[in-house]
């Protein structure tokens, strides 16, 4: 039985790809920090200018980092641009005077996380990382509005979140974080 050569080169190609998969080193892939980008839903904390309370849903464009401080503990960073359309960063119980405008937020934070399949020590760590963590931060929101309703807030996020971050190779790994915080809901790629 005579093997065509395209099905030969395809079954290296693949051996190799799995040569690489099986010799990934756990949730940071042995380097020092991770960085990822992602997109997702958000909800903040709000106050200034007589206002205070949770924003309704917004957009969150996002970049983040994490450093391994431990065999199984990161710490790191989180910023981006929210945009929350037509009023929603005042969410559903204050009224503007002028309506119909784009809120944009600036959010800088920080996080921890405990990658849990590390911690365990279980065989596909390398593959999968499963993680839960914490995050908090802050800063500026502007509202977009003609004078004299635009104005600049300030907003907190705090809360936990929960991820899942498969490597899809030693270089990339597509991921899903969700919790109350920084985002609700967020997906992307690890580099």
Aim: a neutral charge.
């Amino acid at each position: 039985m005579r093997i065509s050569k395209p099905l030969t080169y395809a079954a290296i190609g693949l051996l190799v790809m799995i040569g690489h998969l099986v010799n990934a080193q756990g949730w940071n892939q042995d380097r020092a920090g991770i960085y990822s980008v992602g997109v997702g839903g958000t909800q903040l904390i709000g106050f200034g200018d007589g206002y205070s309370g949770v924003s309704g849903p917004g957009l969150s464009l996002n970049v983040s980092g994490e450093y391994k401080v431990q065999r199984f503990v990161g710490v790191g960073f989180e910023t981006g641009v929210d945009l929350f359309f037509g009023d929603e960063f005042f969410g559903p119980r204050f009224e503007r005077p002028a309506v119909g405008y784009t809120s944009i937020a600036i959010p800088i934070g920080a996080k921890v996380n405990v990658h849990i399949l590390e911690a365990a020590n279980v065989a596909i760590k390398d593959r999968l990382d499963v993680y839960a963590g914490l995050n908090l931060g802050g800063g500026p929101a502007i509202y977009t509005a003609p004078a004299p309703y635009a104005t600049v807030y300030g907003f907190i996020h705090v809360g936990p979140q929960f991820g899942i971050r498969y490597w899809l190779n030693h270089s990339i790994a597509i991921f899903g974080e969700f919790g109350w915080g920084a985002t609700f809901a967020n997906v992307g790629f690890t580099f």
